[in-house]
């Protein structure tokens, strides 16, 4: 705010790149000589079909969770997403903590786009058995149509993890999301590269068919995000 006739103070915005370099992710299978000319449907084009099904399933599952050898950086694994913890060895998901995951958003100014929770059927069924407040409450944390939640829409895949541990909760907790998905970049280097081999295993009269796509993933502002990462759903 400026007087009359007075002039603003000059803005200096910062900018920084999102740098990603290609990450391998493949796949093949062997297909024999008596499988491919007894088969109608050609088994090729299903095998075709079901690899890039398979690769375009392994892409999602690094965007939620990679950070392994080789693999892109999911959202779970970002560091500076908001972190609501839930116990020493996890708990059960309670009303308090979805409360927390948009909190977690909403107070670094992030709460703009495309605004959703990702949760694991588990979650899903566990809200859907649990009150918000008390056992005699008949409002349940997550209720019919099944499709939102604290006012944002839901979605439900079993690639969001249910195998995580927290405390002497080994293996067993499960993760759920909440964020700007606009702000989850997905880099590809090209399309899928398909390859038909009939040379290697010419001898045996098989076939295989290998497949390979380079991407990398990468969050734009990591306080786009939020996570719980020890929901205890059993």
Known sequence: WVAEDGAPTEGAPTFRQVTMAPKTVGAYVDMSRKLMIQSDPSV???????????IA??????????????????????????????GTNGLAPNWASVVQLVREVEIDNADVG?????????????????????????????????NDLYGYNMAVSNLVPSDLTKGSSSGVCSAMIFGNFNDLMIGEWGVVDVNIDDKSLSTTGQVRLVAFMDVDVAVRHAQSFSAVLDYLTT
């Open 57 to 86: 399933v392994a892409i999602d599952g690094v965007a939620i969770e990679g950070g392994g050898s080789n693999e892109p950086t999911g959202i779970t694994q970002t560091s500076g997403i908001g972190s609501v913890a839930m």
């Open 44 to 54: 090729e084009g299903i095998v075709r079909s079901d690899i890039l099904s398979q």
């Open 114 to 146: 495309s605004l959703a929770f990702l949760m694991n059927p588990q979650t899903k069924a566990k809200m859907a058995n649990t009150a918000r407040v008390a056992s005699t409450d008949s409002q349940m944390i997550l209720n019919q149509p099944w």
